[in-house]
């Protein structure tokens, strides 16, 4: 395992930095931007891999990786695939309402993506999972919004905080519904030498 000033979290997302922390991978923070407007006629599958190596190679950029000391950074994205279209994070209480009464009583996808990159080398790996969310009633769906947790999360929820009790099933990955696959994270990071264990 590398050591703890080796690995970059290309993220602001505090559940990101959590599920690392869950897996025992010591790592700090690299401010990134990157345009995460998606292209003409782009699948959401390609759009999710294409942001999470979009960030590990800005966060690489800002870092001057390659720099000979085995630092890597690690970039993610995360959206919700429903019916063919991208559901992202609201960016207002009308989106977020939006979004949940589309997802009421329907099963939709979360596709995750993982990305690492030392400057030179970028891999990624992209998890799937089916999630079936019950029917929602429209005075749940206000009282949900009134929280402010739906703000900053792909589809206006977060499976791991009040929108849970909407969650009626997964098939999948628990991680990558809260933003970050585990399983990939450690493939990836097993092949640039730096694994969980």
Same mark, same amino acid.
């Not at 931007?33 to 407007?37: G, I, L, N, P, S």
């Not at 696959?181 to 264990?197: I, K, V």
């Given at each position: 395992?590398?050591?703890?000033?080796?690995?970059?979290?290309?993220?602001?997302?505090?559940?990101? =930095?959590?599920?690392?922390?869950?897996?025992?991978?010591?790592?700090?923070?690299?401010?990134s931007?990157?345009?995460?407007?998606p292209?003409?006629?782009?699948? @959401?599958?390609? +759009?999710?891999?294409? *942001?999470?190596?979009?960030?590990?190679?800005?966060?690489?950029?800002?870092?001057? *990786?390659?720099d000979?000391?085995?630092?890597?950074?690690?970039?993610?994205? /995360?959206?919700?695939?429903?019916?063919?279209?991208?559901l992202?994070?609201?960016?207002?209480?009308?989106?977020?309402?939006?979004h *949940? /009464?589309?997802?009421?009583?329907q099963?939709?996808?979360?596709?995750?993506?993982? =990305?690492?990159?030392?400057?030179?080398?970028?891999?990624? $790996?992209?998890?799937?999972?089916?999630?079936?969310?019950?029917?929602?009633?429209?005075?749940?769906?206000?009282?949900?919004?009134?929280t402010?947790?739906p703000?900053?999360?792909?589809?206006?929820y977060?499976?791991?905080?009040?929108?849970?009790v %909407?969650?009626? $099933?997964?098939?999948?990955? +628990?991680?990558?519904?809260?933003?970050l @696959?585990? +399983?990939?994270?450690?493939?990836?990071?097993?092949? %640039?030498?730096?694994?969980? %264990?």
């Open positions: 395992m590398r050591d703890s000033s080796s690995l970059y979290l290309a993220s602001r997302s505090p559940r990101r =930095a959590e599920l690392l922390d869950q897996i025992g991978v010591p790592h700090q923070p690299v401010e931007e990157v345009d995460e407007a292209r003409a006629g782009e699948p @959401p599958a390609s +759009y999710v891999e294409r *942001l999470a190596r979009d960030k590990a190679m800005a966060g690489a950029g800002v870092l001057g *990786l390659p000979g000391r085995g630092t890597l950074v690690l970039g993610a994205d /995360t959206a919700i695939e429903l019916d063919g279209a991208i992202g994070k609201p960016q207002d209480p009308g989106g977020a309402r939006r *949940l /009464t589309a997802l009421s009583g099963e939709h996808e979360v596709l995750s993506a993982v =990305a690492i990159s030392d400057g030179h080398t970028t891999e990624s $790996r992209l998890s799937r999972t089916r999630v079936r969310m019950r029917a929602l009633e429209a005075d749940e769906i206000e009282a949900y919004i009134e402010g947790e703000m900053d999360k792909a589809g206006a977060a499976i791991q905080g009040r929108g849970a %909407f969650v009626e $099933r997964i098939t999948g990955s +628990y991680s990558a519904v809260m933003g @696959p585990l +399983y990939e994270t450690d493939q990836l990071l097993r092949r %640039f030498g730096a694994g969980a %264990f």
